[in-house]
């Protein structure tokens, strides 16, 4: 369902910046739920500690998610009235935290990725929503419940298999075996017959010799 965009006004904003328009108050990706009014940021339900120069780039790359976001644009939403001579140093040290809160990093990003001498692309899918944050965020412990139970049904199949693998071996070894006891009694049951006979015939043999 379509909500009505959100614009976030510099009074809005922590230290000013440029209005951005955004679908709603609230976003998530991933782990993530941000109330982007409020400048705060969860991850699985626990609150999580931003800067706000970081959350203010954070609402920059949400509002342009996929899209290229330039270190100018950077510097003009986060610094709009500051000429900065290290704006490269500056930009990079706020996209670098940005990331360890996110737990992303630029060899294999998951939510910021760097566009080589242009800027940066928000590449995380987000969904938009004007409920409360706590709706949206599951809390810890059903979580921890689940993976748990998850776990535990990892577990249970994996024993399954081996028990079904090793009783699949066990019995193919018990044919084996009844097999070969099989063979050896019908070999030692036909010598002892071809014995017996030999044994039986030599006799009649020497007794017709002798008759004749």
Do not use: C
Request: aromatic fraction near 8%.
């Amino acid at each position: 369902m379509s909500t009505p965009a959100t614009a976030i006004a510099p009074q809005d904003q922590p230290n000013g910046g440029r209005p951005l328009s955004l679908p709603s108050r609230y976003a998530t990706f991933g782990a993530f739920h941000a109330d982007l009014e409020a400048a705060e940021l969860f991850q699985n339900g626990q609150r999580v500690k931003v800067q706000t120069k970081v959350f203010q780039a954070l609402l920059l790359l949400l509002s342009r998610a996929g899209e290229i976001v330039t270190r100018e644009d950077v510097r003009q939403h986060l610094w709009p009235d500051t000429h900065l001579t290290n704006l490269d140093a500056n930009v990079n040290t706020t996209m670098n935290k940005l990331r360890i809160v996110l737990g992303d990093s630029p060899e294999s990003p998951v939510y910021i990725e760097t566009i080589p001498r242009r800027g940066y692309s928000f590449v995380a899918r987000i969904e938009f929503s004007s409920d409360p944050l706590a709706q949206l965020a599951p809390p810890v412990e059903s979580l921890s419940e689940t993976n748990s139970q998850t776990v535990s049904a990892q577990q249970l199949r994996t024993s399954i298999r081996v028990f079904l693998r090793l009783a699949g071996i066990l019995f193919a070894g018990m044919i084996l075996g009844a097999l070969l006891a099989f063979v050896w009694f019908f070999a030692q049951s036909r010598n002892q017959r071809a014995g017996s006979t030999k044994v039986t015939a030599l006799p009649a043999a020497e007794l017709q010799r002798k008759l004749s």
